[in-house]
């Protein structure tokens, strides 16, 4: 690979990583709180409809495309391709899937759709999203978390590599 493809794909893997941050910042430091607040009702209902509306949204795709680059730049590592930021890319890569790829998968889309599927008006359902407000916002402070390390690597690197 050469450099210019490798400082380029970092460089987009850098800047997905931070746009993706900060939707997951935004989520933990005050949209969840604000929902928290509503009536059970209406931040079920908010939710369901933020939930909907993420399919085929540009978060999505930079979330998914983000996956993808750091797939390919993992291979570009584990092929013994070196260059300056090398180990900075790679630890970005893992963070990022690791944390935001798999903990999304594995436990935010989930509840995601266990949630899509509740009458909001009911009691069964209110119940539920006391647990899903505790839970899903645990899980996404780790989504913000590696996603900020992960960018963080990846600026290291690309820094790294504009100086080569």
């Known amino acids: 690979m050469t450099a210019n493809l490798t400082l380029m794909s970092n460089g987009m893997a850098m800047v997905g990583c931070w746009l993706v941050a900060g939707v997951f ?70 963070i990022y899937l690791l944390t ?24 069964a359902s209110a119940d539920y999203w006391a647990g899903y407000l505790s839970r899903w916002t645990r899980y996404n402070h780790l989504r913000t978390a590696g996603s900020v390390v992960a960018a963080l690597c990846f600026s290291y690197a690309f820094v790294l590599q504009v100086q080569q």
């Open 25 to 94: 910042f935004t989520f933990s430091d005050f949209v969840m709180k604000s929902f928290r607040s509503l009536p059970a009702s209406n931040g079920i209902r908010a939710m369901q409809v933020i939930n909907h509306q993420v399919h085929g949204s540009m978060f999505l795709f930079i979330l998914f495309a983000v996956a993808a680059v750091s797939a390919f730049l993992t291979a570009y590592a584990a092929l013994g391709l070196t260059n300056a930021g090398s180990i900075w890319m790679a630890a970005g890569c893992v």
């Open 100 to 123: 935001v790829v798999i903990c999304t998968i594995a436990a935010n889309v989930p509840m995601n759709e266990e949630l899509a599927d509740l009458d909001a008006n009911t009691a």
